[in-house]
């Protein structure tokens, strides 16, 4: 059996952006379960972590990481 590799979203800033993103990849087609992650970098608005929080991902489990610091985004990506 093949290892199912995750999504990862990396957001900060951009509510709008990190909403677009996430209902793209709900409408996208997948053959098998797969799981999200959704990293949010510290000191942004409370609006982006409301949304990666109330959003529903049916193909797999959804992990939420909230990052207390902003950490920029190369530290961030690496984390």
């Known amino acids: 059996m093949i290892a ?3 999504i990862i979203v990396v957001g ?3 509510p709008k952006a990190i909403e677009r993103l996430l ?6 087609s997948y ?3 797969v799981d999200l992650i959704i990293s949010i970098d ?3 608005e409370n ?3 409301e949304i990666a ?3 529903t991902w049916p193909h797999g489990e959804k992990r939420l990481i909230f990052h207390d610091n902003n950490l920029g985004l190369r530290n961030h990506v690496l984390s």
């Open 23 to 28: 209902n793209s990849l709900l409408k996208a």
């Open 12 to 14: 900060y800033n951009r």
């Open 47 to 49: 609006s982006v972590k």
């Open 42 to 44: 510290g000191e942004g």
């Open 4 to 6: 199912s590799i995750p």
């Open 53 to 55: 929080a109330n959003f």
């Open 31 to 33: 053959p098998r379960a």
